[in-house]
């Protein structure tokens, strides 16, 4: 079983922020495989189902981002896994816009969401890193990321996500490299 997470802040004034792209990565994903109906579970959001051969369990907390932690900490504990088990969807400024990049452990580069899973839960998970790139000055980086996607973004982001879900099942598996490749090979097309 693993623990997939989606990383955003709950509310539909937040839904099509960079920040939240997160719950939308996982909201595709539900959508593309037919998991089952949203539970309300461990301060979040919950929907269970099958990549491949392996259980996965959607988690999007409700918490805000500052205390994500709290919510995947719970769910943590609940199936007793370790963090070899847990999967973090999100936003990465380092990265262009629509790339997307797999690293296990790591810092949290001022990330608060990944702080708070930090603080609850160690380090050393496997993150799903989304490109939303950098705005150009540290200044103007919290209205950016707080920002909505623009209407010519969307299409690029339509592909980044589909190209994500399409090919999971190389996550789910453990094969981080063939799915960066793919979702890359995807998004070229």
């Known amino acids: 079983m693993q623990l997939w997470v989606g990383l955003g802040n709950p509310g539909p004034q937040y839904a099509m922020q960079r920040h939240n792209v997160g719950f ?19 301060q979040g959001w919950v929907q269970e189902g099958r990549l491949g051969g392996e259980k996965i369990i959607l ?14 900490g719970e769910a943590m504990r609940f199936y007793k896994l370790g963090y070899d088990a847990l999967t973090v969807f999100h936003d990465e400024l380092d990265l262009p ?9 790591g810092g949290h580069a001022g990330h608060n969401g990944l702080r708070s899973i930090d ?8 993150r799903v890193r989304l490109g939303i790139g950098h705005p150009g000055h540290k200044d103007r980086v919290t209205g950016y ?45």
Request: aromatic share 8%; glycine share 8%; with cysteine.
């Open 97 to 105: 816009p629509f790339k997307v990049k797999v690293k296990q452990g």
């Open 59 to 72: 988690l999007k907390p409700a918490t805000y981002m500052n205390e994500s932690g709290r919510s995947v």
């Open 145 to 189: 990321v707080l920002g909505n996607y623009a209407k010519a973004e969307q299409e690029a982001l339509v592909d980044m996500l589909g190209a994500v879900s399409a090919e999971a099942e190389w996550l789910a598996r453990g094969d981080a490299p063939r799915f960066m490749n793919e979702v890359a090979r995807r998004q070229q097309d």
């Open 119 to 126: 603080q609850h839960c160690g380090s050393d998970f496997r």
């Open 24 to 42: 939308m990565a996982l909201d595709v994903l539900a959508d593309m495989h037919g998991f089952g109906s949203v539970q309300k579970k461990f």
